[in-house]
């Protein structure tokens, strides 16, 4: 079985400012790995993922994440964040196994918020 | 062209009552995915459709829930005597692929914008 933990439920960051969102997952076979963003009052779509290759991925917006297998986190980074990017973040993992391909298991999520 | 649509975008319904919500994948996914967001609780799965296979079930909380998918293409999901805890925004999606084919993992999930329900 495959579970995601973020650690912060609710980061608080000024403009401009760099974030740093953390993730960490745990699971007994190899998975794949992504973030999905929630703008508010919108659905979910995906910021990046990490399928193989290098272990620093870039997605949307700037966002980019890199993948420590030895430490089993995947944390998402922007150096400069604008107001706009204030919406709730999904880190989540999928098994690398024949029969659960594509089924998402997501962290509980954490809620950026960005100040003027 | 037009995304993941779900039906109806609110439903408060009296504790006991049944409720169906409604999917309409993106035209061609194979893929359907129904998943639970309730507050603080993160998203939660509930169920997936791969095409003509057996739906994995794993993640449906009890048996008052169940889904379908009709002609590999809209999918009801039904909670049958509603209660409180039940109220959540529930989340369709749809990939192009599934079951584990390697392109399934570039072919990302595309979400609708959730029936959010509440039981009163």
Redesign the interface.
Known sequence: AQSVTQLDSQVPVFEEAPVELRCNYSSSVSVYLFWYVQYPNQGLQLLLKYLSGSTLVKGINGFEAEFNKSQTSFHLRKPSVHISDTAEYFCAVTPMIYNQGGKLIFGQGTELSVKP | GA??SQSPSNKVTEKGKDVELRCDPISGHT?L?W?RQSL??????LI?F?GNSAP?KSGLPSDRFSAERTGGSVSTLTIQRTQQEDSAVY?C?S?L?????PS???S??H????TRLTVT
């Open positions: 995304g993941v893929a995915y998943y603080g609780q993160g998203l939660e799965f997936y791969q994995d989340l999606a990939s692929v599934g079951r584990g084919r399934s993992y570039n990302p999930l979400f609708g914008n959730g």
